[in-house]
């Protein structure tokens, strides 16, 4: 039964890693979104029902998974999410992270810094609200903001009261440095980084941006900004081509998700992340000889207690008998039931 299971496991690895192929910037790669990455990609999914049981089915495993890293409490993960207006950063947390224990997950925005903030360095906020080992952070905006929003519009640097020296010729290509060897930090002090790119297209968003002003109930969405940054498109885009092409590395690498489609692209960020935990491969931990020998001294304890008719241990069946190193097996019920290889990405 553990071979069969390690099987299942190792097949439904690859198949992730083979589905996320296609979204990954390769180290080194010089990137241009508009010719490398199709907004409207779809890998083959032509239905929003096929896409539904999809993402499911990828909840369940990272629900499993989450459960396994912040027992172990050695890792923790950072998902990176950046987009430009309108490309479904909120529904992308909200239905992605919908089966997980909210307790292990936290998620920050960070809007116009502060004066607190323009007080220190420009990474000195987001360092701030890094996960601890068991956890997840999302960043939804990230400090990639300093290469992307404070490069379309160069007075943000004036106001971050940096040195003369700091704001000549060559900032963006030393803050791409400073980032590359921030987060090599953060990996080597075990902070997995996910860092999303949802890449909607110009006429998409605009399609979104109407639907917001024809639904009453989603005009509280729409800002007169959103339009203003619209007009900024080109220079968004080359500024994302940039970052993508000096930040992403081994050991951070960006993912370009297709936002056209929002099921498809929940579908894609949830297999990102599902394949990081996997390649951590977090389990929980065991306990060694004497402190099983303790608990077993506890479970007879408390089945010599079980009243008239009832089963000594109404669990014995279900979670199975103790394996040859003495750990117990957890219960079927608490355990979710193994996707299908071949369903969690085809």
Known sequence: MARKHHELTHKRRERLADFVVPFRVKPGARVTLSKDFDPAFDGGLRHKREGEALLAEGVELLAEYQARLAAQDTWGVL??????????????????????NP??????????????????????RYARRLPARGGIAIFNRSHYEEVLVVRVHPENL????????????????????????????????????????????????????????????HNWKFSSADVAERKHWDDYQKAFSEALSHTSTEWAPWYVIPADRKWYARIAAAAVL???LMEIDPRFPTVDKQRREELLKVKATLEAQAPAGAAADPFAQDSGRDDSDGRAQRRDSEQPAPVSAKSAVD
């Open 158 to 217: 004036e106001r971050q009261k940096l040195p003369k020296a700091s704001r000549q010729r060559g900032v963006w290509k030393r803050r791409y440095r400073e980032i590359n060897d921030w987060e090599r930090y953060l990996s080597d002090n075990g902070i997995r980084i996910v860092k999303l790119f949802l890449n909607l297209s110009k006429e998409e968003q605009r399609r979104r941006f109407l639907r917001r002003i024809d639904l009453p109930d």
């Open 274 to 276: 599902v394949n990081t």
């Open 103 to 124: 307790q292990g997950v936290a998620v920050h925005s960070f809007k116009v810094p502060s004066a607190e903030e323009l007080d220190h360095d420009y990474l000195w």
């Open 79 to 100: 998902v990176v999410l950046q987009a430009l207006d309108a490309a479904g950063k909120d529904g992308t947390i909200r239905h992605v992270m919908s089966g997980v």
